[in-house]
């Protein structure tokens, strides 16, 4: 087994081949292969997203699959109920009724001599937005939805000028629901929700100063703001804080959507590897991201049908507009022009928990040790610095940069932060560490 430590760069030359059928360039022989071979090969698809209409985080929604790369999109608004009725029923049935409700309503058009866009239960569709529809390979249904809002228990503080300060947290649960549909089939491909937790702080500040009259009326601005969070509409109290959590919520969809077999990437090696780099299909065109890992397959050929062998793991580390170029991780078997290559999809973090023992060092005091009877104390020693050892938790945390910023120079290069204590009666403590690795 051969383990790539660092990117080596090498040159091949290139010699054109005098045999019968002439030269065959790199990229045209490696699809030759592929398709030979019957290799899976990503294609970009076409998605329709069915949202919600007015829908608050619409775009980032879209920014989200448009950061994915691998798509070409189409958003169509949609009624509350019209989205309702979109997740009970299949899509190939949604779009054979609304083909249906098109054509009866155009005869009708024709008959009135209107004009009006055709209507299926609250939807209006234009014939170009129903061509997107019936072209699309799959339809997203996302929905977004507010639990019941909840307060903590408020916590108060008083400075050392007197002021006091009341706080408390509201906090409300922000569900996204999304499913997926396969147009041609109707199949629903996934049925995902996702929930957080969108949280804003409630406070008030009462002054030292003052009087009785100026203190309740403060107190009663504040239980206004309780009421407001507790009764009113989520959409407009937590509004400045939503899109954060709406963020992260959809961070976790895209993992999840990138895991999906129709969606992972699928490639192969379009050149002969040199050294420990090689070239593989696709590139910015698909979402390729930097320190992406690749599992290498070769098709095995047992009795009457393929199989597919791992022997590798590659991560890349330059991306160009429709290629891209890799190291090589693993390599059990050499790899050659036409291996199969399938993403394996990844967040670009990673959290770990360690326990485990520290050392603790008490050091010695100026005084001695004294012995009381109750009535007298007497000297019985000095005390010495003493050494033990104590049982510690440490919460890690990494990030690779190079995803996050799409800079290549950034490759493998990792934020790291890890909060660690110790705990030893009576003694205890803890620190925090951030760095670059």
Not at 46 to 60: C, M, P, W
Not at 231 to 258: C, D, K, Q, W, Y
Not at 304 to 314: A, K, Q, S, W, Y
Request: include cysteine; aromatic fraction near 8%; charge should be negative.
């Amino acid at each position: 087994m051969k383990i790539g430590q660092c990117l080596k760069y090498s040159c091949t030359v290139l010699l054109a081949s005098l045999a019968a059928g002439g030269w065959t360039p790199p990229l045209a022989q490696a699809e030759s292969l592929a398709g030979a071979s019957g290799l899976a090969v990503y294609e970009r698809k076409s998605i329709t997203i069915l949202q919600q209409a007015g829908g608050e985080f619409d775009a980032l929604y879209k920014q989200a699959f448009l950061r994915l790369g691998r798509f070409t999109y189409h958003p169509i608004a949609m009624s509350e109920r019209s989205l309702k009725i979109s997740h009970a029923d299949a899509v190939r049935d949604f779009v054979a009724a609304v083909r249906a409700q098109k054509e009866r309503q155009a005869g009708k058009i024709a008959a009135q001599g209107a004009e009006s866009d055709p209507k299926f239960q609250g939807i209006v569709l234009t014939g170009e937005q129903l061509d997107r529809v019936v072209r699309s390979s799959y339809v997203l249904a996302p929905g977004w939805h507010y639990g019941i809002p909840y307060l903590s228990e408020p916590s108060s503080h008083v400075d050392s000028r007197g002021n006091e300060t009341i706080s408390l947290t509201a906090r409300v649960p922000l569900t996204l629901y999304n499913e997926i549909y396969e147009v041609e089939s109707g199949k629903r491909l996934a049925d995902q929700a996702i929930t957080q937790e969108v949280s804003i702080t409630l406070g008030m500040e009462i002054p030292a100063k003052a009087n009785e009259r100026e203190r309740d009326w403060r107190l009663q601005d504040l239980e206004r703001q309780k009421q407001q969070a507790l009764e009113g509409m989520p959409e407009h109290t937590f509004r400045h804080a939503a899109p954060a959590t709406a963020n992260s919520l959809l961070e976790s969809l895209i993992t999840t959507v990138r895991r999906l077999d129709p969606f992972i990437l699928k490639s192969y090696i379009t050149a002969d590897p040199a050294g420990d780099s090689l070239r593989m299909r696709f590139g910015q065109d698909n979402g390729v991201q930097y320190d992406s890992g690749w599992r290498v397959f070769k098709k095995i050929k047992q009795e009457d049908r393929f199989e597919l062998e791992p022997v590798g793991f590659i991560k890349v580390r330059e991306i160009g507009e429709l290629d891209s170029l890799a190291q090589t991780i693993i390599e059990g078997k050499t790899f050659s022009l036409g291996d199969q290559l399938i993403e394996i999809p990844q967040n670009g973090y990673d959290i770990g928990l360690r326990f485990g023992m520290s050392p603790f060092l008490m050091a010695a005091r100026n005084s001695s040790l004294l012995y009381h009877d109750g009535v007298d104390e007497y000297p019985i020693g000095t005390a010495q610095a003493a050494s033990t050892l104590a049982p510690a938790v440490a919460l890690t945390a990494e990030a690779d940069l190079a995803p996050f910023f799409a800079q290549k120079l950034l490759s493998e290069t990792y934020a790291t932060l890890e909060l660690a204590g110790m705990l030893s009666s009576p003694f205890f403590g803890f620190e925090l560490l951030a760095g670059l690795k």
